[in-house]
């Protein structure tokens, strides 16, 4: 874990949402925190016991009644000295203590401060830290339960096995680049090889896993895309259960991307309307198709919607366009419009945005996607940054196994160093600072 920091200020916040009826928390971490609970509860506080007490503002006037917890550093969440005053749910009774608490010297917390000082201090590692945001967040049975996994440190300690076993091999070809004279066979250049072959099936394994729980967390992100007045708008508009997108007859009325979640049995995913594609239309039109191509690119999904009158010429418009989506639904639309002529094949379903005839099959084929892309035992969240990171270091490993092959030991160490650090990255093992900014920043202020 990372060395731990020695704050020397103490920051306060509302850590939970204050609302009438519920109790509210204000957290305090660092230095002063339990001198300064101790003020406004006007009593000593013993660690790991819950205290009822009275609190107290300036004039020695009771601001409300409840529990206080003191938890000392390192044994704490922070691993500073932490306390929590826990309240009735009054905004107007948290903003009281919270105001207290900062003219005794504590300061207002940054968004995710709590957790990066956890961090910081070596109680959780970076991929544990963003769990803790992933788990608030989570917004089925299923990612709470992944994001529960990540924290407990699933994650963290597959990468610290991969770290680990690159670490191995960076120092046996540091010690054949100090005997460079010798052949590369006598050096245990094979071995090397070996390992670093084993690396790789390790890495693809849980690269895969990773993106697993990248859809877990970010839902399944699916883009509806094909030819203008195909019926994507009403599409979004039937499954969505709402009129998000304008529609018209008018080709071309969506210029930008629409996004919308939608839920689908105990899952989420994300639809996204995109513009038509065709080859025609004025500067903001095209700018709108330039931008269902590069949503296409990132696609976990795309449903090509083409009018059941004409389905061939549909298909034939986006082909080159969809080519490259690893998986998609084709759905026949406009059937109520199609005077029994429409001809659906095996692989593409008939449907009517307009009347919701066939949408409880595109449902089905949406939830046996979500299914297929759902959680296997020991599963847990994780970060499109993960999975770069990941797919980072499988490249590093594939340059590292070229350069040994050609006897470039310089570099296969250098190749070595960057599968590494990418690694690393994941856990915060090896990070830089803006990185982290980024990332607490996301957290709510509590946490």
Same mark, same amino acid.
């Given at each position: 874990?990372?060395?731990?920091?020695?704050?020397?200020?103490?920051?306060?916040?509302?850590?939970?949402?204050?609302?009438?009826?519920?109790?509210?928390?204000?957290?305090?971490?660092?230095?002063?925190?339990?001198?300064?609970?101790?003020?406004?509860?006007?009593?000593?506080?013993?660690?790991?016991?819950?205290?009822?007490?009275?609190?107290?503002?300036?004039?020695?006037?009771?601001?409300?009644?409840?529990?206080?917890?003191?938890?000392?550093?390192?044994?704490?969440?922070?691993?500073?000295?932490?306390?929590?005053?826990?309240?009735?749910?009054?905004?107007?009774?948290?903003?009281?203590?919270?105001?207290?608490?900062?003219?005794?010297?504590?300061?207002?917390?940054?968004?995710?401060?709590?957790?990066?000082?956890?961090?910081?201090?070596?109680?959780?590692?970076?991929?544990?830290?963003?769990?803790?945001?992933?788990?608030?967040?989570?917004?089925?049975?299923?990612?709470?339960?992944?994001?529960?996994?990540?924290?407990?440190?699933?994650?963290?300690?597959?990468?610290?096995?991969?770290?680990?076993?690159?670490?191995?091999?960076?120092?046996?070809?540091?010690?054949?680049?100090?005997?460079?004279?010798?052949?590369?066979?006598?050096?245990?250049?094979?071995?090397?090889?070996?390992?670093?072959?084993?690396?790789?099936?390790?890495?693809?394994?849980?690269?895969?896993?990773?993106?697993?729980?990248?859809?877990?967390?970010?839902?399944?992100?699916?883009?509806?895309?094909?030819?203008?007045?195909?019926?994507?708008?009403?599409?979004?508009?039937?499954?969505?259960?709402?009129?998000?997108?304008?529609?018209?007859?008018?080709?071309?009325?969506?210029?930008?991307?629409?996004?919308?979640?939608?839920?689908?049995?105990?899952?989420?995913?994300?639809?996204?309307?995109?513009?038509?594609?065709?080859?025609?239309?004025?500067?903001?039109?095209?700018?709108?198709?330039?931008?269902?191509?590069?949503?296409?690119?990132?696609?976990?999904?795309?449903?090509?919607?083409?009018?059941?009158?004409?389905?061939?010429?549909?298909?034939?418009?986006?082909?080159?366009?969809?080519?490259?989506?690893?998986?998609?639904?084709?759905?026949?639309?406009?059937?109520?419009?199609?005077?029994?002529?429409?001809?659906?094949?095996?692989?593409?379903?008939? /449907?009517? !945005?307009?009347?919701? @005839?066939?949408?409880?099959?595109?449902? *089905? =084929?949406?939830?046996? %996607?979500? $299914? +297929?892309?759902?959680?296997?035992?020991?599963?847990?969240?994780?970060?499109?940054?993960? /999975?770069? !990171?990941?797919?980072? @270091?499988?490249?590093?490993?594939?340059? *590292? =196994?070229?350069?040994? %092959?050609? $006897? +470039?030991?310089?570099?296969?160490?250098?190749?070595?160093?960057?599968?590494?650090?990418?690694?690393? !990255?994941?856990?915060?093992?090896?990070?830089?600072?803006?990185?982290?900014?980024?990332?607490?920043?996301?957290?709510?202020?509590?946490?």
């Amino acid at each position: 874990m990372t060395e731990r920091t020695h704050a020397t200020d103490t920051i306060v916040a509302i850590a939970t949402p204050a609302g009438a009826g519920g109790v509210g928390i204000v957290r305090l971490s660092g230095p002063q925190a339990r001198t300064i609970a101790e003020t406004v509860c006007a009593r000593a506080l013993r660690p790991r016991h819950a205290h009822h007490v009275r609190f107290h503002d300036h004039d020695a006037e009771v601001i409300d009644d409840g529990l206080a917890l003191a938890f000392a550093g390192p044994a704490s969440y922070t691993g500073e000295d932490v306390v929590e005053l826990q309240a009735h749910g009054s905004p107007v009774v948290l903003q009281q203590l919270l105001a207290r608490c900062r003219a005794l010297g504590a300061r207002l917390a940054r968004p995710g401060e709590f957790s990066e000082r956890a961090f910081l201090n070596g109680r959780l590692d970076l991929a544990q830290a963003e769990a803790v945001a992933d788990l608030i967040a989570a917004g089925d049975l299923r990612a709470a339960r992944a994001a529960r996994r990540s924290l407990d440190g699933v994650f963290s300690q597959r990468c610290e096995a991969l770290a680990a076993g690159l670490l191995h091999v960076r120092v046996h070809v540091e010690a054949m680049i100090d005997f460079s004279d010798e052949p590369i066979d006598a050096l245990g250049g094979d071995e090397v090889a070996r390992r670093i072959a084993g690396l790789a099936d390790d890495l693809a394994v849980l690269e895969q896993e990773a993106e697993r729980g990248r859809k877990l967390r970010d839902g399944l992100h699916v883009v509806i895309v094909g030819p203008p007045n195909a019926g994507k708008s009403s599409l979004l508009n039937a499954l969505a259960g709402s009129d998000r997108a304008i529609v018209t007859d008018i080709a071309g009325t969506t210029r930008d991307l629409l996004q919308e979640t939608v839920r689908i049995g105990s899952a989420e995913l994300t639809l996204v309307d995109t513009a038509g594609l065709r080859e025609a239309g004025d500067a903001i039109e095209r700018e709108g198709m330039r931008r269902a191509r590069a949503e296409l690119q990132r696609a976990d999904l795309a449903i090509v919607v083409v009018d059941a009158r004409d389905p061939v010429r549909g298909m034939a418009a986006v082909a080159d366009d969809v080519a490259g989506v690893s998986d998609r639904i084709v759905v026949h639309n406009k059937i109520d419009l199609a005077d029994g002529t429409a001809v659906v094949g095996d692989d593409a379903l008939a /449907v009517s !945005a307009r009347t919701g @005839a066939g949408l409880d099959a595109l449902r *089905a =084929a949406l939830q046996r %996607r979500l $299914e +297929a892309d759902g959680p296997a035992d020991g599963a847990f969240t994780a970060r499109q940054r993960h /999975v770069d !990171a990941l797919r980072d @270091a499988a490249a590093a490993l594939d340059d *590292a =196994a070229a350069t040994l %092959r050609g $006897e +470039a030991l310089e570099l296969t160490a250098e190749a070595l160093r960057a599968a590494h650090d990418a690694i690393g !990255a994941i856990t915060g093992r090896t990070r830089a600072d803006d990185l982290l900014g980024h990332i607490f920043s996301s957290f709510c202020i509590g946490k």
